[in-house]
């Protein structure tokens, strides 16, 4: 078990923004009305919020209009802002951190620890984890953390099993030390690199360097073509790992943390798609209820997917009254990870659009 118990941490605010363009799953040209209808009622996907990939919107950017607002409201200086982190496989470049550029682009301060983590699905809970480990001493007393995705660049057009699935998010989350009046969170993780192919983009990389190859349409059947530098999903996989660990890590959260299900006000699970929602919703025991879900109008974001679901459905009740959350995470890796945190009325900004 790779545990995480973090005191001494507060989660200030949240906020998110999303692409202003909308693409109607609806308007997909490459199915039939009738396959169009039982796609979405199996992955719940009506629509989504999708960049123009020419550059003008980087998920960076998504993040830091999120995070400009959420520091206004939460009347920050720049200037205390001590660690800035940027949760994403969508950076700016190659090199340098994305981070390191939000840094200078936000006029934070220099007295910063700014870096990038790579991770999809999972990043946020990976995120909250490593920020509250850095913050939990005193050392460093405010942070942002960064997590989004602009992956519907990864998706073919003519891959009816990706294409109608993502969209694209930036959120921020904002934390801060504090040795009183603190609630603890706790995160269980788990990782199994030996999935590595099911989720992945095969070219571009170091292993296989982009060549001519790369951007040749391959035609893999039932419906599908894409280029070796488009995201490849195996979705039986991914459904398989996710059943089989994601309620026993939960599980063992609970356990280590004698958590009471009765006690949590909402189970936040990945909106990976509505299938396996309710699949792992079930197994792990919620009521609907308590799960809610806005994979209907976003699809899935990947590591923005929490973050977004928490200002799109609880904004109101974060705001107003204190509130323990559940999460469940599961993605490229494969990594997984199931958290507890608590809020007490923080700032939570509207929905923002880019």
């Known amino acids: ?17 999303v692409p202003s363009r909308i693409e109607e799953n609806r308007d997909y040209t490459r199915l039939s009305h009738e396959e169009i209808e039982k796609y979405i009622q199996t992955t719940g996907v009506e629509r989504r919020h999708c960049a123009i990939h020419d550059g003008s919107i980087c998920t960076s950017d998504l993040c830091q209009k999120a995070a400009e607002k959420l ?70 007393k405010k942070a942002l953390v960064m997590v989004g995705n602009t992956q519907s660049e990864y998706a073919s057009y003519e891959d009816r099993s990706m294409y109608l699935l993502l969209g694209d998010a ?3 989350t904002a934390l801060e030390y504090s040795e009183e009046d603190y609630d603890e969170m706790n995160f ?19 292993r296989n360097p982009v060549n001519d190859k790369s951007f040749i349409l391959e035609d893999y059947g ?27 890590n939960f599980k063992d959260l609970c356990e280590r943390i004698n958590l009471d299900k009765e006690a949590v006000d909402y189970m936040l699970i990945h909106q990976a798609n509505k299938f396996l929602c ?15 879900y806005n994979i ?37 890796g ?7 945190i608590k809020t007490n009325k923080i700032v939570c900004p509207d929905l923002l659009y880019l």
């Open 334 to 340: 494969f990594s997984l990870g199931s958290g507890c």
């Open 296 to 332: 209907q109008e976003f699809g899935n974001t990947s590591g923005a997917t929490i973050p977004l679901l928490m200002v799109t459905n609880l904004k109101k009740e974060l705001e107003s009254r204190p509130l323990t959350l559940c999460m469940t995470t599961i993605g490229v």
């Open 71 to 140: 520091i206004d409201e939460l009347g920050w200086s720049k200037s205390d802002i001590g660690l800035l982190l940027f949760v994403s496989h969508t950076t700016d470049y190659r090199l340098p951190a994305t981070a390191c550029v939000l840094q200078d682009k936000m006029g934070i301060t220099k007295d910063c620890l700014a870096f990038d983590i790579t991770l999809g699905c999972s990043g946020y809970l990976l995120g909250m984890g490593t920020a509250g480990s850095l913050l939990q001493n005193g050392t460093i």
């Open 170 to 172: 930036g959120t921020v």
């Open 188 to 206: 269980n993780y788990l990782t199994d690199g030996s999935g590595r192919a099911s989720v992945i983009v095969p070219d571009g990389g170091s």
């Open 222 to 248: 039932d419906g599908i073509k894409r280029t070796r530098l488009q995201e490849k999903m195996d979705g039986a996989e991914v459904f398989s790992f996710a059943i089989h660990y994601v309620p026993k």
């Open 1 to 17: 078990m790779s545990f995480l118990n973090i005191k001494n941490v507060k989660v200030r605010g949240i906020a998110a923004c």
């Open 278 to 292: 309710e699949k792992l919703r079930k197994k792990i025991g919620f009521p609907p209820e308590k799960c809610p």
